[in-house]
């Protein structure tokens, strides 16, 4: 016991950490003219930034605009040879977790989509992610189909996720976003889980990168 007062023996205080707020990507995955995906991204932009508990920006695939996946060598083994490939990976890599806002084509999500996923790997792995999705049946076709290819890049994609109808949640069949009430609440469970894996996957990315067919890429 250190009796009150002596403090010469005590280890001293260490410096105060950085402190590095979670950095969450909200990705839009429609690029139509006339998307009522746009209306949708700003919803969820909102939202999140009212929480005031991570850094949110929004990554539109119209601006990003990348071609068809035309890499030489698969993405997993982190050999981008395209300048803009390189810009997306340092775009990805500049996040710690993801909302994927998708519509359902097709009961799928969009292919702008898929090529806009498969175009990196290491810069998605260990993060997080949440879905946002729309259609007919609220989107969940989309949402279905987009979990196996989040867990094929080793990003942990939420349970609660945020299902938008045509019939409810718009009006005009898309034209116009009105969202119903109980849909706020919903998005902030599905933040919520998101904001708490994306801060805490933060631990587990350092070392080499596993890549699929046990090929190891050091980073
Ligand atoms: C190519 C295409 C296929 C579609 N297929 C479906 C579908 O399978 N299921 C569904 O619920 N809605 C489907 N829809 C309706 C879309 O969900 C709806 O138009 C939505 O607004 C599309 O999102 P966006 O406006 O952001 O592009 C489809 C729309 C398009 C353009």
């Keep these: 016991m250190i009796p009150a007062g002596d403090t010469q023996d005590l280890p001293p205080t260490p410096e105060p ?30 939202q999140a930034r009212a929480r005031g508990d991570a850094e949110y920006t929004l990554i539109d695939l119209v601006d990003v605009d990348l071609p068809q996946i035309d890499e030489p060598v698969p993405p997993a083994a982190g050999r981008y040879a395209h300048p803009y490939t390189r810009q997306w990976a340092q775009t990805i890599a500049g996040h710690d977790g993801y909302v994927i806002v998708t519509p359902e084509y097709n009961r799928s999500f969009p292919g702008v989509l898929k090529n806009a996923l498969d175009r990196v790997y290491a810069e998605w792995n260990n993060k997080a992610a949440g879905i946002v999705s729309y259609g007919v049946d609220g989107g969940v076709r989309a949402a279905e189909a987009l979990r196996p290819v989040l867990g094929a890049l080793q990003l942990a994609d939420v349970s609660h996720e945020v299902t938008l109808d045509l019939r409810t949640d ?50």
């Design 17 to 46: 950490m950085e402190f590095e707020m979670t950095k969450i990507a909200i990705v839009l995955g429609s690029t139509r003219t006339g998307r009522a995906g746009a209306g949708v991204a700003q919803w969820v932009l909102h």
């Design 170 to 219: 718009f009006r005009e069949f898309g034209a116009t976003f009105t969202p119903a009430e109980h849909q706020t609440a919903s998005l902030a469970t599905m933040l919520d889980q998101l904001v708490s894996w994306s801060t805490a996957l933060a631990t587990v990315r350092h070392g080499p990168v596993h890549a699929p067919g046990g090929v190891t890429v050091q980073r």
